[in-house]
C-alpha cells in the first residue's frame, strides 16, 4: 500500500485510507483485514510483534476477522463524520459519537494500566478489534484535547477532502501536502493569471483594430 501518512495523527490518517475522500472517484485503500493490519503497522499504531499476532489469529478464524473489519471501517466513517463536522463547526451526528463511544468502551474493556519506570499507559490486548481500539482511544484523545480546532480539511481539487491536524506554529496549513494538492492550486492560480494576461492581450489587440478600422472609415488620424 502506497497510500501516504500526512495528517499528522492517527486517527486522520485511518479516515484518509479513502482517497480522495469526496466525490464519485473515491478509492478506498482497506478491502479486507489484511489491509487493516498492514495499514496500522505502516502507521506505526501496531508494532511487528502485535501486527504479526493480529494476522495469524485472522488466518485462523476468517469469518470472525471479516466481521473485525467491518467494524473497524464503520469506526472510520463515525470518526469521519464526527471530525467532518468538527471541520465545518457543525455538531457531531448522535450515532457517529455513539458509535466512538461504543468503540473507545470496548477499548477500555480491553486495556490494562502498566508501569514501565516512571511511566504509565494503557496496554491494548491483542485481538481482531485491536486497530479500531487503537483508533478509538487516539480519536477520543483528540476530541478531548486543545488541539481539536487544529483540525482541518483539505480544500484540495478533485475532491481531496482529507483531513489533518494542523501543528504549524502559526495555523496556516491549509493544504493536506504541499507536493500535491498544494503545489496543483498553486498551478490553477498561475494558469488562471497568464489566462487573464492573455485574455487582456486578446482584447487590446481587438481594440487596436477597431479603432484603426474607425479611423480609417472617418479618415481621422489615429491617436
Ligand atoms: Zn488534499
Known amino acids: 500500500m502506497t497510500l501516504r501518512l500526512l495528517a499528522g495523527h492517527p486517527a486522520l490518517d485511518f ?12 478509492v478506498d485503500h482497506l478491502r479486507a483485514y489484511e489491509d487493516l493490519v498492514d495499514w496500522a503497522e505502516r502507521a506505526g499504531i501496531l508494532g511487528a510483534a502485535d501486527a504479526r499476532q493480529a494476522a495469524r489469529e485472522a488466518t485462523r478464524d476468517p469469518v470472525a476477522a471479516a466481521r473485525a ?10 470518526t469521519y463524520a464526527i471530525f467532518g463536522a468538527v471541520t465545518g463547526r457543525r455538531p457531531a451526528p448522535a450515532d457517529d459519537v455513539q458509535e ?56 484540495g481539487s478533485g475532491d481531496c477532502g482529507w483531513l489533518f491536524l494542523d501543528s504549524s506554529k502559526n495555523a496556516s496549513r491549509r493544504w493536506c501536502s504541499m507536493e500535491g494538492c498544494g503545489n496543483r492550486a498553486k498551478l490553477r492560480r498561475f494558469l488562471r493569471r497568464r489566462k487573464r494576461r492573455t485574455d487582456r492581450r486578446a482584447v487590446g489587440s481587438l481594440q487596436t483594430r477597431y479603432l484603426a478600422a474607425g479611423s480609417r472609415a472617418s479618415g481621422a488620424h489615429p491617436r
Open 69 to 78: 473489519f467491518d467494524r473497524a471501517v464503520v469506526l472510520r466513517e463515525a
Open 15 to 26: 479516515v484518509n485510507t479513502i482517497d480522495p475522500r469526496e466525490g464519485v472517484h473515491r
Open 100 to 155: 466512538l463511544h461504543a468503540a473507545y468502551r470496548e477499548a477500555i474493556d480491553h486495556a490494562r494500566l502498566t508501569q514501565t519506570g516512571r511511566r504509565f499507559r494503557w496496554r491494548l490486548s491483542s485481538g481482531l478489534d485491536v486497530v479500531r481500539w487503537h483508533i478509538a482511544r487516539d480519536a477520543v484523545a483528540l476530541v478531548e484535547s486543545e488541539m481539536l480546532g487544529r483540525v482541518k480539511r483539505c480544500p
